[in-house]
């Protein structure tokens, strides 16, 4: 896949390596990985696989004629969680530079009176950029999903429920 990630006008090459995402060696393979459109040599990578540490979400996300990228990464971990995402561009030389980001932590087992309106507040946010994005890789909940293909329905757009989260909440 190519979109120009860096705004230069020559797309980078977007990569994913299938393998390394179902059966990791080590956990930091680079899963995905973009090549720049000018030199050809890799200016991002990110380790994307089913191993719980490694679950995470990739998009090209797009908005007035510029492509991004997205991560969205919702990790719990014994009900402490710390969900984050993130859009951004990338700098010739594969730093990122962010246009928009969320993040919210809370602990299931300490919850404060806050924390069910932040999380509403946090979806809500989420899924208004998940409308524009187009799934690249996931492997949330060690289920290996790569773009449309492995969209239930064509056409329909990511997106982030907090229903089981609230739930808990309410206990």
Known sequence: MK??????GIPESIQI???AAAEPRTGDE?????????TGEMIWSL???????GWNNVYLYRDGGKSFLMTWKPAMYQGAAD??????SLTEDGKEKILASDFFDFDLNNLKKSDAERLRSFAER??????KAQLLISTQEGILRIGVRDVA???RSEHYDPSEELAEMKK
């Open 83 to 88: 969900y984050q995402w993130k859009i951004f």
């Open 126 to 131: 989420l899924n208004r950029y998940l409308k």
């Open 3 to 8: 979109a120009d990630l860096t705004g230069d």
């Open 153 to 155: 329905v064509k056409g």
């Open 47 to 53: 380790p994307v696989n089913v191993v719980h540490g």
């Open 30 to 38: 680079p899963t995905i990985r973009v090549f720049s459109g000018k």
């Open 17 to 19: 390596d299938e393998s």
